[in-house]
């Protein structure tokens, strides 16, 4: 079965940086894709970024780009986004999410992944 377990949220002030990270397994294909959401209070939950295990290729809304990296190592099988230059909006539950393939790259909803970890906190304080 695939497993997604993210951690890393906390309490960080404006500007501050913070990284996530999610492990995985049991993903029985190469490739796959890892993507993050976040969710804050009465909002949407929004997709932030995601990668390809096939080449590597990212993807970031545009409210993160230039802040935040994601990026993944095959040898502890985890995908860690960096995030950097945090503000107050940054403010949300993250989860991380997958799906076997490549396809998922482009699903902006979260009701087409598959696979899902639990949620990590992350909050920025002024």
């Known amino acids: 079965d695939v497993q997604l377990q993210a951690s890393g949220g906390g309490l960080v002030q404006t500007g501050g940086s913070l990284r996530l990270s999610c492990a995985r397994s049991g993903f029985s294909t190469d490739a796959y894709t890892i993507g993050w959401f976040r969710q804050a209070p009465g909002k949407e939950r929004e997709k932030v970024s995601c990668i390809s295990s096939r080449d590597g290729v990212t993807w970031y809304t545009g409210s993160v780009k230039g802040r935040f990296i994601i990026s993944s190592d095959d040898v502890k099988n985890a995908v860690y986004p960096q995030m950097t230059s945090l503000k107050v909006e940054d403010t949300a539950a993250y989860y991380c999410?997958?799906?076997?393939?490549?396809?998922?790259?482009?699903?902006?909803?979260?009701?087409?992944?598959?696979?899902w970890g639990q949620g990590t906190q992350v909050t920025v304080s002024s």
């Open positions: 999410a997958g799906n076997k393939g490549a396809g998922a790259f482009w699903y902006q909803a979260g009701r087409d992944w598959i696979y």
